[in-house]
């Protein structure tokens, strides 16, 4: 059974762009590129949890929502890479989205999570600044990764996502901080959070430092 808390709402539009995108041809360079990009975002050179940013009355407004206020967590699409596809399976079926864990971790800790991912080259759609406007809190994933290209499309929606959100905004990266090539881009979050590891243990550590006081 699903957790009721928890509702990853992949839309209709959304999930068009990217039938549309893995129709494309696989080349031996755009494989390379998934291959490398796949990689780089599971394995960092700094694994762990690192706040690089925190603003008390940011996260005390984050941790005092009330229990029908709704908590957006947009994320990264990334790309997979077709040799993981199981025989006999499509890749439809095989594709789990890397960040659902972590949107099951946070609903631990409040009762209402959309989990809406996006497409780094689409930008936010209509869909996304619905949500936005819904939303009385947003965290909003980075995945730094050797993809120059989509990294500075994330940058692009993280400094746009930052002046559409009225409510707590947090900013979490993973990978290295250092291919933020826009100190504008961190400047926008009050609070910023840097993970290296796409894992369970991972996902509980950033559930818990957003959402539990420390004592």
Same mark, same amino acid.
Request: proline share 7%; glycine share 4%; charged share 20%.
């Given at each position: 059974?699903?957790?009721?808390?928890?509702? $990853?709402?992949?839309?209709?539009?959304?999930?068009?762009?990217?039938?549309?995108?893995?129709?494309?041809?696989?080349?031996?360079?755009?494989?390379?590129?998934?291959?490398?990009?796949?990689?780089?975002?599971?394995?960092?050179?700094?694994?762990?949890?690192?706040?690089?940013?925190?603003?008390?009355?940011?996260?005390? $407004?984050?941790?005092?929502?009330?229990?029908?206020?709704?908590?957006?967590?947009?994320?990264?699409?990334?790309?997979?890479?077709?040799?993981?596809?199981?025989?006999?399976?499509?890749?439809?079926?095989?594709?789990?989205?890397?960040?659902?864990?972590?949107?099951?971790?946070?609903?631990? +800790? +409040?009762?209402?999570?959309? +989990?809406?991912?996006?497409?780094?080259?689409?930008?936010?759609?209509?869909? +996304?600044?619905?949500?936005?406007?819904?939303?009385?809190?947003?965290?909003?994933?980075?995945?730094?990764?050797?993809?120059?290209?989509?990294?500075?499309?994330?940058?692009?929606? $993280?400094?746009?996502?930052?002046?559409?959100?009225?409510?707590?905004?947090?900013?979490?990266?993973?990978?290295?901080?250092?291919?933020?090539?826009?100190?504008?881009?961190?400047?926008?979050?009050?609070?910023?959070?840097? $993970?290296?590891?796409?894992?369970?243990?991972?996902?509980?550590?950033?559930?818990?430092?957003?959402?539990?006081?420390?004592?």
């Amino acid at each position: 059974m699903r957790d009721p808390a928890y509702i $990853a709402a992949w839309s209709a539009s959304l999930a068009q762009h990217v039938r549309a995108a893995e129709a494309q041809p696989t080349t031996e360079a755009s494989r390379s590129t998934l291959t490398t990009t796949r990689r780089s975002t599971k394995s960092t050179p700094s694994p762990g949890v690192e706040v690089m940013r925190s603003s008390a009355p940011a996260l005390a $407004a984050l941790r005092t929502l009330p229990q029908s206020s709704l908590l957006l967590l947009l994320t990264p699409v990334l790309p997979t890479d077709i040799d993981d596809v199981k025989p006999g399976l499509s890749r439809s079926k095989t594709a789990i989205d890397p960040f659902e864990p972590l949107g099951r971790e946070l609903a631990t +800790h +409040h009762p209402r999570i959309r +989990h809406v991912p996006f497409l780094p080259n689409a930008g936010l759609s209509t869909v +996304h600044r619905g949500f936005l406007q819904e939303a009385d809190a947003v965290i909003l994933v980075i995945s730094t990764s050797d993809d120059t290209s989509s990294l500075l499309q994330q940058q692009t929606i $993280a400094g746009e996502m930052a002046s559409l959100a009225h409510g707590s905004a947090i900013l979490v990266l993973f990978g290295d901080a250092v291919g933020i090539k826009d100190a504008r881009v961190l400047d926008a979050y009050a609070n910023v959070i840097r $993970a290296g590891q796409l894992d369970k243990r991972t996902f509980e550590t950033i559930a818990r430092t957003l959402f539990e006081t420390r004592k």
